[in-house]
């Protein structure tokens, strides 16, 4: 029965988007609001435990997310909505508790698993000849891989990507990550922290090779040739999926502007 439910739900949700794209009806989005506001109270209910911001106000900002999402998704693009909801609603979260001077607190235990997860890595690469999954890895630390991303994400948020991070392209010289954002007349830090934010949300929508190699070169500050050897690919391939990476970046982020 809960399946059935779960998947009729699902239809109701895919069907009003088809409308609200179709009509940009108020009644539409506000539907949808509510029939999606689960994943604005399970994100609130996470950053409650991370801040001293109240769990209303958490909702409130977590729904303009929300809003955004549903503004902005694409039914042609084929990605369920949830899975492209949670980024937004998260980052709009994020944005508030980082213009207020929030410091988000990382649990001590993701904290240990996080260093743990550095061994863990090394052993299975030895192992495999190869990258570990993410299914892998939360395996042999023993936990779920819905947690392991969890964990993933609250460690890179830590630290945003920085958008004076140098791209090397052999082709055409070197650029910075930020040229990517369609609007770089930086008024104001807060437009630089959305932007920060946009390219987060873009990067969370790649597939994971490619995700991870982007996060190895400008997260990690990796050169290429490390980033062949931990993943177990050659450096023709890394540079290909680099470029393949800034491509899909920069068309994603051109999405988020409109």
Known sequence: ?????????????????????????????????????????KEAHYWINQCHESY??????????????????????????????????RGEIQHYLRDKGVTVRIPRRWL??????????????????RQPTDSEL????????????????????????SLDVPVQDGEEGAALLGELVPDNSYRSFQLVQEDQ??????????????REVLEFVFLHDLTQKQVAERLGISVVTVSRRVKKGLDLLKHLMCIAED
């Open 56 to 89: 209303e106000d958490l909702l409130q900002v977590g729904c303009l997310g929300l809003i955004r999402a549903i503004e902005k998704f694409e039914i042609s693009k084929g990605y369920a909505f949830s899975s492209f909801a949670i980024p937004y609603i």
């Open 112 to 129: 240990a698993l996080q260093q743990q997860a550095i061994g863990v890595s090394r052993s299975l690469r030895e192992k495999y000849n």
């Open 138 to 161: 939360a395996a042999a630390l023993a936990i779920s891989p819905g947690e392991w991303q969890e964990i993933k994400l609250a460690w890179a948020n830590r630290a945003p990507l």
């Open 197 to 210: 934010m946009r390219l987060q949300q873009a990067l969370v929508q790649l597939e994971q090779r490619t």
């Open 1 to 41: 029965m809960p399946t059935t439910v779960t998947n009729e739900l699902k239809h109701e949700i895919w069907q009003l988007l088809r409308k609200y794209q179709q009509s940009r009806s108020a009644e539409f989005r506000n539907q949808l609001v509510k029939l999606n506001f689960g994943l604005v109270r």
